[in-house]
Antibody
Framework: EVQLVESGGALVQPGGSLRLSCAGS????????MYWVRQAPGKGLVWVSR????????NYADSVKGRFSISRDNAKNTLYLQMNSLRADDTAVYYC???????????WGQGTLVTVSS | DIVMTQSPDSLAVSLGERATINCRCS????????????VAWYQQKPGQPPKLLIY???TRESGVPDRFSGSGSGTDFTLSISSLQAGDVADYYC?????????FGQGTRLEIK
């Protein structure tokens, strides 16, 4: 069974940093593109970043470019999102998702809540 | 970026009746080389992550009841839920994965009338 488990969400002050993790199991982690998607309270789904299987291809949404950094450790089956210079509008539930041959975000974790507030 | 526009924003349907949600893309998401439309539909219940229902516009994900069906091609797509059940109350999102960045519709809230 495919499982994705996010962690690392917290309350952080504006300008602060946070690192999210997403542990994958039940599949060959290194074979899949992985995504971060966020959802602000009461709002819709917004793509944040993606990374290919070996980490050589990375893309970011304009809203986080230069502030967020995606990475992965395939030996630990873990995806990361380093978030710096956090702003109030970064407040959201952050989901990691796995790509399959059929669709970009086939399987999703339960999400981790990031709250940016003073 | 491809803009995905869903209609309606909210929908109330009686139990046992059909619900229909529409999604329009700002450009075609039909891949010519394989003739597939790169549209997916997701269901999200309160406090839960999105769940994949449909991919390639009309292919049901494994385990999804056949009451859920997707149709459309090019720029216009539809998710239909026949014989609505109480457990279908949720937010529904369309998504295009034809090109990066992937983008989602704004969501449609489905309720029981």
């Amino acid at each position: 069974e495919v499982q994705l488990v996010e962690s690392g969400g917290a309350l952080v002050q504006p300008g602060g940093s946070l690192r999210l993790s997403c542990a994958g199991s039940g599949f060959t982690f290194s074979a899949h593109w992985m995504y971060w998607v966020r959802q602000a309270p009461g709002k819709g789904l917004v793509w944040v970043s993606r990374i290919n299987g070996d980490g050589s291809q990375i893309n970011y949404a304009d809203s986080v470019k230069g502030r967020f950094s995606i990475s992965r450790d395939n030996a630990k089956n873990t995806l990361y999102l380093q978030m710096n210079s956090l702003r109030a509008d970064d407040t959201a539930v952050y989901y990691c998702a796995r790509t399959t041959a059929f669709v970009s975000t086939a399987d999703w974790g339960q999400g981790t809540l990031v709250t940016v507030s003073s | 970026d491809i803009v995905m526009t869903q209609s309606p924003d909210s929908l109330a349907v009686s139990l046992g009746e059909r619900a229909t949600i529409n999604c329009r893309c700002s450009q075609s998401v039909l891949m010519n080389y394989n003739n597939k439309n790169y549209v997916a539909w997701y269901q999200q219940k309160p406090g839960q992550p999105p769940k994949l229902l449909i991919y390639w516009a009309s292919t049901r994900e494994s385990g999804v009841p056949d009451r859920f069906s997707g149709s459309g091609s090019g720029t216009d797509f539809t998710l239909s839920i026949s014989s609505l059940q109480a457990g279908d109350v949720a937010d529904y999102y369309c998504q295009q994965y034809y090109t990066s960045p992937i983008t989602f519709g704004q969501g449609t809230r489905l309720e029981i009338k």
